[in-house]
């Protein structure tokens, strides 16, 4: 037995230690690379001409920019502070507390648009008194489209508390500050269905939020961002909402509270038919609110830069969507390791188990099929720049990989089929079940335990092959190769890293319903996180401005690997706020 522990030590070590060298590759590759390009003397003619090409362009012949304009750069860089404040840093909160059904809520949601709002103030002064270097920018556009989502959202939190609040308030009494808030007997009925006789009263500090015992938020023991995967049959929600009306009306209410026309108007809002849909676009606002910010984030680094305009807008959108996704894989996976989606198996646990519940994919499913989408929708995208032109090499090699991708994304669905597996065991004769067979023999029919969850590593060969190919693609300047093979090294380790968490899957399968956090899956949300920033960086135009402020390779990529650092610790630090606020909501609930 002890040998067994050593030997699974030092193979676990062994993991980690080959999950780290593609990221050294990565490092000392691009040394190589500088370390060449700086020896005029070898290494032929492409040392000469890429020196040649990497030479800044002339200062009349590179179009000014936001971020070379002298005037105001103070009040430009006061906006970015506090958008960066508030969409970064103050808006994960606010969500993560929303998820949690959390009585803070709304004081989070309220500090983001006080953040939000005086940046807007500060960004529409520089925009008045600094000429427009940056004609119809798409950033402008979507900055006030997800301003006026979030505000409807915030909108539709204040309407759904007024109505609690406003009661809460003018049914004490000058003598009784102690009163109890009212709820409607349906929710007390559906305490005392789930075992748990409550009293149809509930203490005047109890928001009543997140208190329900069948959401998610209660259920599970991981941070998870989806809080309404519940057992609850979609009749009861709709009866509910037919019934609350009925409820109220039977609430003890103060002749005060009924002269109320806003607390009137606001309990008949909730209680109507159209409350239901208004809830509905504020959750789904919670779950895309922060990937929309990424895009108004993005966008603004695009303006203030003056990337993209004319013919390089294709290549661009490109790069920045395809390492914009790689980046939230990360993020996911990172989100995975933490506990998130625990209810539906994908941090790497045993999914648990609840009498009534459907199918749900698994992880790998949704990333095969994500997989083939792109590569069904983007190989009609690939000569887009040269439209109307002949194909080149170039674009024939961009086919191929979005060919990989529907092939690779249809083999990753194929797999996580039960049915197919079904099928596939059809080739093996199983004793009957009504026949007369002993205790080992039954046990040879049984299902293995790796039948409990996902070993797919087709999405990471995909992604690896992806990253070796990238890294060595040939590129127009030094500059450019040196960081398409960065991101590809990056990306390489990444998939490396999940390759090694299905084997120690394999050899110890999760058995608990916890989630098991393997250590690889940080050294692959770390890899796809920084490959995708630099996937985004390795554009023409961008690198064209790293040319131009003679940044080399080297510092895209040191500041890169520290920002990522920063983030994947503000992500942890963001779910164990959630996590935190769950806890709170139950302690209120128990009470």
């Known amino acids: 037995m002890a040998v067994d522990q050593v030997l699974s030590r030092s193979a ?12 050294v590759v990565a490092h000392g590759g691009s040394g190589r690379d500088d370390s060449m390009s700086m ?28 971020f070379s304009h002298p005037d105001h750069v103070g009040a430009i860089y006061a906006h970015i502070a506090l958008m960066t404040l508030a969409w970064v840093f103050i808006l994960p909160i606010a969500v993560m507390l929303s998820l949690a059904k959390s009585r803070f809520t709304l004081i989070a949601q309220f500090v983001f648009l006080a953040a939000n709002a005086l940046g807007i103030l500060v960004g529409t002064i520089y925009n008045a008194s600094t000429p427009d270097l940056y004609p119809n920018n798409a950033h402008h556009k979507i900055g006030w489209i997800i301003t006026w989502v979030v505000s409807a959202q915030v909108l539709i939190t204040v309407v759904g508390w007024v109505p609690r609040v406003i009661q809460r308030s003018e049914s004490q009494t000058p003598s009784d500050r102690q009163a109890f808030l009212p709820v409607s007997i349906h929710g007390a009925r559906y305490h005392e269905q789930d075992g748990h006789q409550l009293s149809p009263y509930r203490h005047s500090d109890d928001s009543g939020h997140g208190t329900e015992r069948n959401t998610a938020s209660l259920r599970s023991n991981s941070l998870s961002t ?24 039977m609430m003890p209410v103060s002749p005060v509270t009924q002269k109320s026309a806003l607390a009137r108007h606001a309990a008949k809002l909730v209680t109507s038919s159209i409350w239901k849909y208004l809830d509905i676009s504020a959750r789904v606002i919670n779950r895309i609110i922060l990937p929309f910010g990424f895009i108004a984030f993005s966008t603004g680094i695009l303006t203030f830069g003056r990337f993209f305009e004319g013919h390089a807008t294709f290549s661009g959108l490109a790069h920045w969507i395809k390492g914009g996704v790689f980046f939230w894989l990360g993020l996911f996976t990172l989100g995975r390791w933490s506990g998130s989606f625990a209810e539906l198996g994908w941090a790497w646990n045993v999914r648990p188990k609840k009498a009534g519940t459907k199918w749900r994919p698994s992880a790998e499913f949704v990333e095969s099929f994500l ?19 002949k194909w080149t090499a170039t674009d024939m090699e961009h086919i191929s990989i979005t060919v990989l991708f529907i092939g690779g994304g249809m083999c990753g669905m194929l797999i996580e089929s039960v049915r197919v597996r079904d099928l596939l065991n059809m080739t093996v004769d199983l004793p009957e079940a009504n026949s007369h067979h002993n205790d080992e023999e039954t046990g040879h029919s049984q299902p293995p335990d790796t039948y409990k969850f996902s070993l797919n590593p087709i999405p990471a060969l995909v992604i690896m092959l992806l990253g070796v190919m990238m890294s060595s693609h040939t590129q127009h300047n030094m500059i450019s190769g040196m960081v398409h093979k960065q ?14 968490t299905y084997v120690l899957m394999f050899l110890k399968p999760p058995k608990s319903s916890l989630p098991s956090r393997p250590p690889t899956e940080l050294l692959a949300s770390f890899g796809l996180i920084s490959g995708g920033i630099i996937f985004m960086a390795s554009a023409g135009d961008t690198v064209e401005g790293m040319i131009h402020y003679e940044l080399d390779a080297m510092f895209m990529y040191t500041v890169t690997m520290g920002l990522v650092a920063l983030l994947m610790a503000w992500e942890i630090i963001v779910l164990a706020i959630k996590g935190w606020a769950v806890r709170r909501e139950r302690r209120c609930a128990s009470q």
């Open 371 to 389: 997989i083939f989408f792109y590569g069904s929708t983007n190989i009609f995208l690939e000569h887009l720049a040269g439209w109307g032109g």
């Open 12 to 23: 676990t070590a062994l993991i980690l230690l080959i999950s780290l060298l593609p990221l």
């Open 487 to 500: 991101w590809g090294n990056l990306l390489f380790g990444a998939s490396c890293a999940r390759g090694f």
């Open 39 to 66: 020896d005029m003397s070898g290494g032929g003619g492409h040392s000469n001409q890429s020196h040649q090409v990497d030479t800044p362009k002339d200062e009349s012949e590179y179009p000014p920019s936001y």
């Open 226 to 249: 989806l809080d309404d995967v519940d057992d609850v049959p979609m009749q009861s929600h709709h009866k509910e909402y037919e019934d609350e009306e009925d409820d109220l009306e």
